[in-house]
């Protein structure tokens, strides 16, 4: 199986390159990510806890899915790719916000990306991918908050930073 690519970027997201993952977070370098928010008419987030055996951030909660976009594709295409491989569904998506955030991993490894913030909406069961995802859940925004707060070792990192970013937006 092939390496996967990341497309390096520079500050205004125009690609620069191409960079095997692991290379990219072993080098802390620049990258395009998308991360994808799914949310039900009750205005609860689903959240999922990544698998136990990841490479980094194992057993964490974390956003409904989040990854990297393949060469050319668009940032929705990506998501819904993603959304359909961890969660096993797809639904509409639309673009938020964009951000640079940058953290690090007790394994060496660093997320540096410029992050693409996707909504989406959905009411029923997700059949998750078992590699992929441990769990999932349905929380409202006041309850995440109130968790990360005391319970911040339970989330990823990065979902600690969009969260916020994302909460500034809305």
Same mark, same amino acid.
């Given at each position: 199986?092939?390496?996967?690519?990341?497309?390096?970027?520079?500050? !205004?997201?125009? !690609?620069?390159?191409?960079?095997?993952? #692991?290379?990219?977070?072993?080098?802390?370098?620049?990258?395009?990510?998308?991360?994808?928010?799914?949310?039900?008419?009750?205005?609860?987030?689903?959240?999922?806890?990544?698998?136990? /055996?990841?490479?980094?951030?194992?057993? &964490?909660?974390?956003?409904?899915?989040?990854?990297?976009?393949? /060469?050319?594709?668009?940032?929705?295409?990506?998501?819904?790719?993603?959304?359909?491989?961890?969660?096993?569904?797809?639904?509409?998506?639309?673009?938020?916000?964009?951000? %640079?955030?940058?953290?690090?991993? /007790?394994?060496?490894?660093?997320?540096?990306?410029? /992050?693409?913030? &996707?909504?989406?909406?959905?009411?029923?069961?997700?059949?998750?991918?078992?590699?992929?995802?441990?769990?999932?859940?349905?929380?409202?925004?006041?309850? %995440?908050?109130?968790?990360?707060?005391?319970?911040?070792?339970?989330?990823?990192?990065?979902?600690?930073?969009?969260?916020?970013?994302? #909460?500034?937006?809305?």
């Amino acid at each position: 199986m092939l390496e996967e690519m990341v497309i390096l970027v520079n500050e !205004k997201d125009e !690609k620069i390159g191409l960079m095997p993952k #692991q290379e990219a977070h072993e080098k802390a370098q620049l990258h395009r990510a998308f991360s994808v928010f799914i949310f039900n008419n009750k205005n609860e987030l689903m959240l999922q806890q990544r698998a136990l /055996d990841k490479y980094h951030s194992p057993g &964490l909660w974390t956003n409904t899915c989040c990854s990297h976009q393949r /060469d050319g594709e668009s940032n929705i295409d990506a998501g819904k790719r993603r959304l359909q491989e961890e969660m096993g569904f797809i639904t509409e998506l639309k673009e938020t916000i964009s951000f %640079i955030y940058k953290a690090p991993f /007790d394994n060496g490894l660093t997320e540096h990306e410029f /992050d693409h913030i &996707l909504t989406g909406h959905y009411n029923s069961v997700p059949s998750p991918n078992p590699t992929e995802v441990a769990n999932w859940k349905w929380m409202t925004i006041p309850d %995440i908050k109130k968790d990360i707060v005391l319970n911040p070792q339970s989330y990823t990192a990065w979902f600690k930073i969009i969260f916020d970013k994302y #909460q500034e937006h809305i």
